[in-house]
């Protein structure tokens, strides 16, 4: 008894009996906690909302359009994930070079257009930013609950924002009831080293997105369309691509040969879902190149399949 008592008396005199407030400097400091910044109308029906993400170490950037009917505290509202591609440098690119706003303007769906970076794959680097937890954390936990989104969700996107909605949709089930890929990079295992050689072109190591292949083949393989097709049965899909050669929409451009090797990836993936038992809707149009006037003709066609 009297070495208990001798104990809590020496807690007393050191300052650390229990209830004694730590002091500020000793605090273990505050997670970071993803909030918005700004919200400003940015013409007609457009939101253009600022976050503080942690996942991506800055604020990033995501536009939404409300629908028609739509009013602030509503809810129950479906929404509409509109994915840009890479290379672009602009998170609203659907905006601004794809008509989203015209195509979608009688849309009974609260369609969210997130930036995704120039070269971001929609994918938690190795080694960098966190696009996966911003896109399907951050932004969906922040901006569902603003705009009274229910639990009916759609996602769609162009090249490599094809790529992320099919990749979404397999990796977070029960998220989505459909996805859409216009032009999308559906197999990046098709050609390793090719796919590799392209991202760095474009200034971006290949091994910090995903690691080393084929030492981390693991994670390729988990961030790849085609290998995850199978845990998209169930869901409305929609997948299209041109054949690379000129087209309607072209105005006598020359080939294309990028759009020729996306389709081969598209064949894959249309391949592995039948393997898999999963239907999926396919438009290869045949004649067209990598270019907006295809992916915004592929998602009025993909409508009807993205809101049921």
Request: with cysteine.
């Amino acid at each position: 008894m009297r070495r208990i008592l001798g104990v809590f008396a020496l807690l007393l005199v050191t300052g650390c009996a229990a209830g004694e407030a730590i002091p500020a400097s000793e605090k273990a400091p505050e997670k970071p906690v993803a909030k918005v910044v700004g919200r400003e109308a940015a013409g007609g029906r457009v939101d253009e909302i600022t976050i503080w993400s942690p996942a991506l170490g800055r604020e990033g950037s995501v536009w939404v359009l409300r629908p028609e009917g739509w009013t602030e505290g509503s809810t129950g509202w479906p929404a509409l994930y509109l994915l840009h591609g890479c290379c672009v440098g602009r998170g609203d690119a659907w905006l601004i070079s794809g008509e989203a706003d015209r195509i979608t303007a009688k849309a009974k769906a609260v369609v969210i257009v997130p930036e995704a970076g120039t070269m971001g794959w929609y994918a938690d680097w190795v080694k960098g930013p966190a696009w996966e937890t911003f896109h399907m954390t951050e932004v969906r936990d922040l901006l569902e609950p603003l705009y009274g989104i229910g639990d009916r969700r759609a996602v769609a996107g162009l090249s490599m924002g094809g790529h992320g909605a099919m990749g979404y949709a397999a990796r977070h089930p029960g998220v989505f009831q459909a996805a859409a890929s216009f032009s999308g990079v559906l197999d990046i295992r098709s050609d390793p080293p090719a796919f590799s050689d392209f991202l760095r072109g474009e200034g971006v190591e290949p091994d910090e997105i995903w690691g080393p292949y084929p030492g981390r083949e693991a994670n390729w393989k988990a961030h790849n369309p085609t290998d995850l097709v199978a845990g998209l049965k169930g869901l409305r899909l929609y997948i299209s691509s041109g054949n690379g050669e000129p087209g309607p929409l072209d105005l006598g451009r020359p080939r294309d040969a990028g759009e020729a090797a996306i389709l081969v990836e598209n064949r894959n993936f249309a391949a592995a879902a039948e393997k898999a038992g999963v239907e999926v809707t396919t438009d290869f149009y045949g004649d067209g190149t990598h270019r907006w006037p295809y992916w915004s003709r592929a998602l009025e066609r993909a409508l009807p399949v993205l809101l049921g």
